[in-house]
């Protein structure tokens, strides 16, 4: 059974400092994607990655995967209130299009 | 625009009973998904469906069956709920060669 480890599970930070979410897995994906899901609401897309050592940016996020295509990580530059929210990431391995979400990060950024 | 669609929102059952969640899309997307999300375990993939008449078991299948006789509905059935099948349940789609899933707001579900 394929895993996706995330961490940290809670994060509780100040508006205006940085943050790194990390998502790992002994498993090669051949996409991993970022969502963001509110309180009562379904996950959003945020980001899908398919080349290892690939980087994207949008706005005060950046998101990478891992040069061997196991892991992931999120990095938010000056957090907002507006930041708070379950980030989680999910992995589709070649072959199949079935999608493993991570255990996900809970993000809180304090005014 | 209506998207993908659940139902019942929040249902409250007793143990033993058969329950079914509902869910609807409109974008006639191939893929659909059953996921459920309990604190500590993010969401795990109950089972998934590339096609009408196709599914497939995902990581958590068992206490559960579902059917796919149109491409726009996705039953979800828990034959005989326990009280370890709390939890909210999110159906998804996804496009043939698209990445990104859509999901619904999802089913609140309590069995008590």
């Known amino acids: 059974t394929q895993l996706l480890e995330q961490s940290p599970q809670f994060l509780s930070i100040q508006e205006g400092e940085n943050l790194t979410v990390y998502c790992n897995s002994s498993?090669?994906?051949?996409?991993l994607q970022w969502y963001r899901q509110e309180p009562g609401e379904g996950p959003v897309l945020l980001v899908t990655v398919v080349t290892g050592g690939e980087v994207k940016k949008l706005k005060r996020l950046t998101f990478q995967f891992g040069d061997a295509r196991k892991d992931s990580s999120l990095h938010i530059t000056a957090a907002q209130p507006g930041d708070t929210g379950l980030y989680l990431c999910a992995g589709s391995t070649s072959g199949t299009y079935k999608y493993i979400f991570g255990t996900g990060t809970r993000l809180k950024v304090l005014a | 625009d209506a998207g993908i669609t659940q139902s019942p929102r929040y249902k409250i059952t007793e143990t033993g009973r058969q329950v079914t969640l509902m869910c609807h899309q409109t974008?006639?997307?191939?893929?659909m998904f059953w996921y459920r999300q309990d604190l500590g375990h993010g969401l795990r993939l109950i089972y998934y469906?590339?096609?009408?008449?196709?599914?497939d078991k995902g990581e958590v299948p068992d206490g559960y069956v579902v059917s796919r006789s149109k491409t726009e509905n996705f039953p979800l059935t828990l034959e005989s709920a326990t009280r370890s099948q709390t939890s909210v349940y999110f159906c998804?789609?996804?496009?043939?060669?698209?990445?990104?899933?859509?999901f619904g707001e999802g089913s609140w579900l309590t069995v008590v």
């Open positions: 974008w006639s997307h191939s893929y």
């Open positions: 498993s090669v994906f051949s996409s």
């Open positions: 998804a789609s996804k496009q043939g060669a698209g990445n990104t899933i859509y």
């Open positions: 469906s590339a096609a009408a008449d196709i599914t």
